[in-house]
Protein backbone atom coordinates (compact mmCIF):
# COMPACT_ATOMS: atom_id res chain seq x y z
CA UNK A 1 0.00 0.00 0.00
CA UNK A 2 1.44 3.61 -0.83
CA UNK A 3 0.63 6.46 1.79
CA UNK A 4 -0.06 9.54 0.46
CA UNK A 5 -0.04 13.25 2.14
CA UNK A 6 -1.95 15.60 0.06
CA UNK A 7 -0.75 19.40 0.93
CA UNK A 8 -3.23 21.85 -0.72
CA UNK A 9 -4.68 25.35 0.65
CA UNK A 10 -7.70 24.49 -1.67
CA UNK A 11 -10.26 22.20 -0.12
CA UNK A 12 -12.38 21.37 -3.15
CA UNK A 13 -8.51 20.31 -4.33
CA UNK A 14 -7.81 18.12 -2.20
CA UNK A 15 -11.43 16.83 -2.03
CA UNK A 16 -10.57 15.31 -5.53
CA UNK A 17 -7.67 14.18 -5.09
CA UNK A 18 -8.80 12.51 -2.26
CA UNK A 19 -11.36 11.13 -4.35
CA UNK A 20 -9.34 9.98 -7.00
CA UNK A 21 -6.46 8.36 -5.07
CA UNK A 22 -8.73 6.70 -2.60
CA UNK A 23 -10.73 4.76 -5.73
CA UNK A 24 -7.21 2.72 -6.32
CA UNK A 25 -6.58 -0.30 -4.20
CA UNK A 26 -2.69 0.09 -4.14
CA UNK A 27 -3.15 4.13 -2.59
CA UNK A 28 -4.60 5.35 0.39
CA UNK A 29 -4.60 9.00 1.86
CA UNK A 30 -2.84 9.03 5.12
CA UNK A 31 -3.93 12.75 5.67
CA UNK A 32 -4.38 16.47 4.50
CA UNK A 33 -2.89 19.60 5.26
CA UNK A 34 -3.83 23.09 4.08
CA UNK A 35 -0.37 24.88 4.42
CA UNK A 36 3.58 24.26 4.37
CA UNK A 37 3.51 24.45 7.81
CA UNK A 38 0.76 21.51 8.67
CA UNK A 39 3.03 19.23 5.52
CA UNK A 40 5.80 19.19 7.53
CA UNK A 41 4.17 18.40 10.66
CA UNK A 42 1.71 15.58 8.94
CA UNK A 43 4.80 14.45 7.49
CA UNK A 44 6.56 13.77 10.99
CA UNK A 45 3.71 12.45 12.18
CA UNK A 46 2.33 9.77 9.63
CA UNK A 47 6.00 9.54 7.09
CA UNK A 48 4.40 8.95 4.01
CA UNK A 49 5.50 7.43 1.04
CA UNK A 50 4.29 10.33 -1.06
CA UNK A 51 3.71 13.87 -0.63
CA UNK A 52 1.61 15.82 -3.32
CA UNK A 53 2.43 19.17 -2.53
CA UNK A 54 0.86 22.43 -3.96
CA UNK A 55 3.86 25.06 -4.74
CA UNK A 56 1.83 28.05 -3.76
CA UNK A 57 0.25 27.94 -0.16
CA UNK A 58 0.14 30.70 2.35
CA UNK A 59 2.40 30.74 5.09
CA UNK A 60 5.29 28.33 4.66
CA UNK A 61 4.96 27.51 0.75
CA UNK A 62 5.40 23.99 -0.83
CA UNK A 63 8.97 24.93 -1.62
CA UNK A 64 9.82 25.61 2.01
CA UNK A 65 7.78 23.09 3.30
CA UNK A 66 9.83 20.38 0.84
CA UNK A 67 13.17 21.43 1.53
CA UNK A 68 12.14 20.83 5.16
CA UNK A 69 10.62 17.33 4.46
CA UNK A 70 13.60 16.60 2.03
CA UNK A 71 16.43 17.75 4.70
CA UNK A 72 14.71 15.27 7.89
CA UNK A 73 17.09 11.84 8.25
CA UNK A 74 13.71 10.82 9.64
CA UNK A 75 11.89 11.29 6.40
CA UNK A 76 14.24 9.80 3.99
CA UNK A 77 12.56 7.72 2.67
CA UNK A 78 9.41 10.40 1.63
CA UNK A 79 9.20 11.46 -1.73
CA UNK A 80 7.47 14.95 -2.73
CA UNK A 81 5.35 15.62 -5.75
CA UNK A 82 5.09 19.51 -6.72
CA UNK A 83 1.46 20.78 -7.82
CA UNK A 84 1.62 23.59 -10.12
CA UNK A 85 -1.06 25.67 -12.13
CA UNK A 86 1.35 26.40 -14.73
CA UNK A 87 4.01 24.12 -16.57
CA UNK A 88 6.22 27.03 -16.11
CA UNK A 89 5.51 28.00 -12.52
CA UNK A 90 9.07 29.43 -11.78
CA UNK A 91 9.08 27.69 -8.41
CA UNK A 92 9.70 24.51 -10.54
CA UNK A 93 13.38 25.07 -11.43
CA UNK A 94 13.94 25.96 -7.20
CA UNK A 95 11.95 22.70 -6.34
CA UNK A 96 14.45 20.60 -7.85
CA UNK A 97 16.94 21.95 -5.71
CA UNK A 98 14.70 21.76 -2.88
CA UNK A 99 14.53 17.62 -3.83
CA UNK A 100 11.21 16.97 -5.21
CA UNK A 101 11.03 14.04 -7.07
CA UNK A 102 8.09 14.90 -9.14
CA UNK A 103 6.14 17.61 -11.07
CA UNK A 104 2.67 17.86 -12.44
CA UNK A 105 0.22 20.35 -13.44
CA UNK A 106 -2.73 20.45 -11.73
CA UNK A 107 -5.59 19.69 -14.92
CA UNK A 108 -3.06 16.36 -14.97
CA UNK A 109 -5.20 13.45 -16.54
CA UNK A 110 -6.45 11.12 -13.54
CA UNK A 111 -4.37 8.46 -14.62
CA UNK A 112 -1.32 10.46 -14.89
CA UNK A 113 -1.48 11.09 -11.34
CA UNK A 114 -1.66 7.52 -10.40
CA UNK A 115 1.01 7.12 -12.20
CA UNK A 116 2.98 9.64 -10.61
CA UNK A 117 2.57 8.61 -7.36
CA UNK A 118 3.43 4.94 -7.93
CA UNK A 119 6.70 6.01 -10.06
CA UNK A 120 7.70 8.29 -7.69
CA UNK A 121 6.82 5.48 -4.80
CA UNK A 122 8.95 3.06 -6.28
CA UNK A 123 11.89 5.66 -6.39
CA UNK A 124 11.93 7.29 -9.77
CA UNK A 125 12.04 11.03 -10.81
CA UNK A 126 8.51 12.07 -12.47
CA UNK A 127 8.30 15.57 -14.60
CA UNK A 128 5.09 16.00 -16.50
CA UNK A 129 5.16 15.65 -20.01
CA UNK A 130 4.02 19.52 -20.16
CA UNK A 131 7.00 20.92 -17.74
CA UNK A 132 10.44 18.96 -18.74
CA UNK A 133 11.39 20.07 -21.73
CA UNK A 134 10.89 23.62 -20.31
CA UNK A 135 12.35 22.81 -16.88
CA UNK A 136 15.50 21.36 -18.54
CA UNK A 137 15.97 24.56 -20.73
CA UNK A 138 15.67 26.90 -17.93
CA UNK A 139 17.82 25.13 -15.34
CA UNK A 140 20.40 25.27 -18.28
CA UNK A 141 19.89 28.84 -18.34
CA UNK A 142 20.03 29.68 -14.83
CA UNK A 143 22.85 26.90 -14.26
CA UNK A 144 25.48 28.19 -11.47
CA UNK A 145 29.31 27.51 -12.82
CA UNK A 146 30.36 23.92 -11.75
CA UNK A 147 31.55 23.47 -8.71
CA UNK A 148 34.86 22.67 -7.33
CA UNK A 149 34.19 20.25 -4.73
CA UNK A 150 36.84 18.04 -4.14
CA UNK A 151 34.56 14.81 -2.97
CA UNK A 152 32.27 15.38 -5.76
CA UNK A 153 35.07 15.69 -8.25
CA UNK A 154 36.07 12.29 -6.74
CA UNK A 155 32.47 10.60 -7.41
CA UNK A 156 32.36 12.22 -11.03
CA UNK A 157 35.75 10.40 -11.61
CA UNK A 158 34.12 6.90 -10.64
CA UNK A 159 31.76 7.35 -13.90
CA UNK A 160 32.75 5.58 -16.59
CA UNK A 161 32.20 7.21 -20.27
CA UNK A 162 28.99 5.42 -21.05
CA UNK A 163 27.49 6.41 -17.43
CA UNK A 164 28.81 10.15 -18.34
CA UNK A 165 27.25 10.15 -21.44
CA UNK A 166 23.91 8.74 -19.49
CA UNK A 167 23.95 11.16 -17.22
CA UNK A 168 23.95 14.32 -20.26
CA UNK A 169 20.55 12.39 -21.75
CA UNK A 170 18.93 12.33 -18.51
CA UNK A 171 19.91 16.23 -18.06
CA UNK A 172 18.32 16.59 -21.57
CA UNK A 173 14.91 15.30 -20.33
CA UNK A 174 15.21 11.75 -21.80
CA UNK A 175 13.43 8.79 -20.73
CA UNK A 176 15.05 5.72 -20.47
CA UNK A 177 12.97 4.32 -23.54
CA UNK A 178 14.77 7.20 -25.23
CA UNK A 179 18.08 7.11 -23.94
CA UNK A 180 18.12 3.16 -25.12
CA UNK A 181 16.67 3.83 -28.87
CA UNK A 182 19.58 7.11 -28.34
CA UNK A 183 22.51 4.48 -27.31
CA UNK A 184 20.82 1.26 -29.26
CA UNK A 185 21.00 -0.77 -26.36
CA UNK A 186 17.64 -2.29 -24.92
CA UNK A 187 15.59 -0.27 -21.87
CA UNK A 188 16.58 -2.72 -19.06
CA UNK A 189 20.01 -1.83 -20.09
CA UNK A 190 19.90 2.22 -20.21
CA UNK A 191 18.34 2.03 -16.57
CA UNK A 192 20.97 0.36 -15.62
CA UNK A 193 22.83 2.82 -16.57
CA UNK A 194 21.01 5.61 -14.71
CA UNK A 195 20.66 3.92 -11.91
CA UNK A 196 24.48 3.08 -11.24
CA UNK A 197 25.50 6.52 -12.22
CA UNK A 198 22.52 7.61 -9.35
CA UNK A 199 24.54 5.42 -7.11
CA UNK A 200 27.99 6.52 -7.91
CA UNK A 201 27.07 10.22 -7.69
CA UNK A 202 24.96 9.77 -4.66
CA UNK A 203 21.63 11.33 -6.14
CA UNK A 204 18.81 11.06 -4.34
CA UNK A 205 16.38 10.59 -8.07
CA UNK A 206 15.93 11.21 -11.44
CA UNK A 207 15.63 14.89 -10.85
CA UNK A 208 18.73 15.36 -8.60
CA UNK A 209 20.59 13.67 -11.58
CA UNK A 210 20.12 16.38 -13.43
CA UNK A 211 21.17 19.00 -10.51
CA UNK A 212 24.29 17.30 -10.53
CA UNK A 213 25.03 17.17 -14.24
CA UNK A 214 24.86 21.13 -14.61
CA UNK A 215 26.26 21.89 -11.37
CA UNK A 216 29.24 19.69 -11.78
CA UNK A 217 29.92 21.08 -15.49
CA UNK A 218 29.41 17.16 -16.74
CA UNK A 219 26.64 18.81 -18.99
CA UNK A 220 27.10 22.22 -20.13
CA UNK A 221 24.46 25.25 -19.92
CA UNK A 222 22.58 25.23 -23.71
CA UNK A 223 23.59 21.73 -24.42
CA UNK A 224 20.62 20.25 -24.84
CA UNK A 225 20.15 15.93 -26.74
Do not use: C
Request: cysteine-free; hydrophobic content about 50%.
Amino acid sequence: MIDVLLADDQALVRAGFRALLSSAADITVVGEAEDGDGAVRLARDTSPDVVLMDIRMPGRDGLAATRDIVGDPRLAAVRVVMLTTFAEDEYVFEAIRAGASGFLVKDTEPAELLHAVRVVHRGDALLSPAVTRSLIAEFAARAKPPQADRALGALLRELTEREREVVTLVASGLSNDEIAERLVVSPATAKTHVSRAMTKLRARDRAQLVVLGYETGLVRPGWLA
